[in-house]
């Protein structure tokens, strides 16, 4: 897997991959925060992952807010991915270091996704001013995400530091929590 053409198909399969399942995490967080449905980046999202989604909603109830047939759609593709990867690097990963790769990245991915969400809101806070339709999905967002933070951080001089808090929160659960998971599947795959 060293040669030119072996790492260009390596990073497109990576980059398939990461993009879809970044559009199936998109979509988990848009119902978990209950974003306004009439928005045309939503129906795109729905329209895009409804057909990927189909076979795990036929399994999988999906209540009013959890839509637990995207994390399992994403966990399936990670896990597909890994092993595709495997085989193309001449690798035989066994079930617990496909499971737990499968189970960190996406972990990863989310909540890259809520980092990026919250960063992106605090430029928009800045810039624009009044309602605007474009940008409202991101406030919708990222609201629930920053709830519980605003209620132990109050505003100081009028300026609301609650993102800073879940921005340190959500990365410090990747480093600590999906970076030990990660290392445990590090192991099982270095003593297999």
Same mark, same amino acid.
């Given at each position: 897997?060293? =040669?030119?053409?072996? %790492? !260009?198909?390596?990073?497109?399969? %990576? ?13 988990? /967080?848009?119902? $978990? ?13 729905? &329209? ?9 909603? &036929? @399994? ?21 991915? *890994?092993? +595709?990867?495997?085989? +193309?690097?001449? &690798?035989?990963?066994? @079930? ?9 990245? *996406?972990?990863?991915? @989310? ?10 809101? *605090?430029?928009?806070?800045?810039? =624009? ?11 919708? @967002? ?28 959500? &990365?410090?659960? %990747?480093?600590?929590? *999906?970076?030990?998971? $990660?290392?445990? !599947?590090?192991?099982?795959? /270095? =003593?297999?």
């Amino acid at each position: 897997m060293h =040669s030119p053409i072996g %790492q !260009g198909g390596l990073f497109l399969i %990576q980059f398939i991959a990461g993009l879809v399942i970044f559009a199936l995490m998109l979509r988990f /967080l848009m119902r $978990a925060t209950r974003v306004d449905w009439h928005n045309p980046v939503v129906h795109f999202i729905a &329209k895009v992952t409804n057909p990927l989604c189909a076979p795990a909603n &036929k @399994l999988l109830p999906r209540p009013n807010r959890w839509d637990w047939p995207a994390i399992v759609t994403a966990l399936i593709i990670q896990a597909l991915t *890994v092993v +595709l990867i495997g085989y +193309l690097a001449g &690798k035989n990963f066994g @079930l617990s270091v496909i499971v737990i790769s499968s189970i960190t990245e *996406v972990m990863n991915q @989310l909540l890259d996704m809520m980092f990026w969400l919250i960063i992106i809101q *605090v430029i928009l806070s800045w810039v =624009s001013q009044g309602y605007n339709p474009n940008t409202a999905i991101f406030e919708q @967002l990222t609201q629930p995400i920053l709830a519980p933070f605003q209620r132990f951080v109050p505003p100081m001089g009028g300026l609301d530091l609650s993102p800073i808090v879940a921005i340190l929160v959500i &990365k410090l659960t %990747q480093i600590v929590v *999906v970076g030990s998971i $990660a290392q445990i !599947g590090t192991q099982l795959a /270095l =003593s297999a």
